[in-house]
């Protein structure tokens, strides 16, 4: 059976989790294998609104080992609740596995995130304030604390006490706030409730691999927002592209077989950063209020934009996407035009029109969408099933997606439920796609 990785396709925010979820259900391992709680996916699941940051959607279905690659970043109060919510519901954890080798966000990474986005005033990235950038960067620096870390007390604290030391001038202000001892004590107690979660899951994903079992690698956030080949400085502080799983879950890249990226029918954003078919009229106000805009892990209103196929064809390259699984497409119903961003064009002093994705800051910064113009339609897409059945408009805009793209369509979102979904043609070449359909089918 192929490893399959499931990212996002344009800034985050594209409906993951419930792509996640539909393919979880047929996999055998789901493995996070990068970003922290700065990510959130919404799952509607037998009738239930489920919230999940750092565990991997694959839970809410019993038998599926769900890891929690050495690639994220962890917060474990974060991570507790998380589990302690679970269980509440009646939902089993035993599957749950974290790597040793993945880092920790500790209680200074919070204080360092808070005060650095302060300190940059209206040049801000727009990060959530979780601890993820300062928590990378000292992973990257040779000062951070590992999973592993919390269950040996004398591991622990020398090396706190020496990730602390050249942040001494930096947390001055928040002095009363840090506490050796007391930081120390509260990451055993965690190491403690967390211990029976700890695995090498780098062999326990080959394992799996090995045996044919299905591996679904899962990613947050977006290709757009991947440190190295995102709107930089207005990234996260990991790589969310396909290339990433990898790394991020301790395989080799020829245990991928299938990439899949995950795209809206429209655009957004969360954050600061280039957005080159942003709406700022009506349009994107009907679209942010329709699609319910608003973060999960930060409740804040999301930018809107026309789908910008540029910038997908830009993901497509970056992650060899195989397929595509459009969501929200219900939220364009009603619009009498539909507009796709087919080429950026210079404002202000920087005169240039483009059909690729700019690699220079200056230029992405100066650039706004020029666009196709697409007939919309009026009618409800919630209770359609089958892509036959939807409008003429609808499958033409599709079409011409998956045509600009060069990428085919498998999955269609019209709504937010886990039944409200498309599977097209193209899905039969999917393995585990080709798997999910025919249990749908079976239960239809």
Excluded at 8 to 15: H, L, P
Excluded at 183 to 192: A, D, K, P, Q, R
Excluded at 250 to 278: C, L, M, N, Q
Excluded at 326 to 351: A, E, H, M, N, P
Aim: hydrophobic share 40%; net charge negative; aromatic share 6%.
């Amino acid at each position: 059976m192929p490893g399959t990785v499931v990212v996002g396709a344009q800034w985050g925010d594209e409906g993951k989790g419930k792509v996640i979820d539909l393919l979880a259900e047929r996999a055998d391992v789901v493995v996070r294998f990068q970003g922290g709680n700065n990510a959130g996916h919404t799952i509607i699941h037998a009738g239930e609104t489920w919230k999940f940051h750092l565990i991997p959607s694959g839970i809410l279905y019993p038998g599926r080992t769900c890891v929690i690659g050495n690639g994220v970043v962890v917060d474990p109060a974060v991570l507790c609740s998380e589990i302690d919510d679970l269980r509440a519901r009646g939902v089993d954890v035993g599957g749950l596995k974290l790597s040793a080798n993945a880092h920790l966000i500790m209680p200074y990474h919070l204080l360092l995130d808070m005060e650095g986005e302060h300190k940059l005033g209206k040049n801000l990235i727009g990060t959530t304030k979780r601890g993820i950038g300062p928590a990378y960067a000292d992973k990257a620096a040779r000062l951070g604390i590992r999973v592993q870390d919390m269950l040996d007390e004398r591991i622990l604290k020398k090396k706190i006490a020496a990730a602390l030391e050249p942040k001494r001038q930096q947390l001055r202000p928040f002095s009363r706030e840090i506490d050796l001892q007391a930081m120390t004590e509260e990451y055993l107690t965690y190491g403690h409730r967390l211990e029976q979660h700890i695995a090498d899951t780098s062999a326990l994903a080959w394992r799996a691999l090995d045996e044919d079992k299905h591996v679904l690698f899962e990613g947050a956030q977006g290709a757009l927002l991947d440190i190295d080949h995102g709107t930089y400085p207005f990234v996260t502080s990991s790589n969310p592209v396909a290339g990433a799983a990898a790394v991020g879950a301790g395989v080799g890249p020829r245990d991928i077989s299938e990439v899949w990226g995950v795209t809206k029918a429209y655009a957004t954003r969360v954050g600061a950063g280039p957005f080159p078919s942003e709406l700022e009229d009506e349009a994107g106000e009907e679209i942010r209020q329709k699609g319910a805009e608003f973060g999960t892990t930060t409740g804040r209103a999301r930018r809107t934009g026309w789908l910008d196929v540029v910038a997908l064809r830009y993901a497509a390259r970056l992650n060899s996407l195989s397929a595509l699984a459009v969501t929200k497409l219900d939220v364009l119903s009603g619009f009498d035009t539909i507009k796709v961003c087919t080429r950026y064009r210079g404002t202000k002093d920087q005169d240039f029109v483009t059909d690729t994705f700019p690699y220079h800051q200056s230029v992405l910064h100066h650039a706004k969408g020029e666009y196709e113009s697409l007939p919309g339609w009026s009618e409800d897409l919630s209770e359609i099933r089958a892509e036959a059945d939807l409008p003429q408009a609808a499958r033409d805009y599709l079409a011409y997606v998956e045509a600009a793209v060069g990428v085919p369509i498998v999955l269609i979102g019209v709504g937010p439920g886990r039944e409200q979904i498309i599977w097209t043609e193209a899905a039969k070449d999917s393995a585990l796609a080709a798997d999910a359909m025919r249990a749908a089918s079976a239960t239809s």
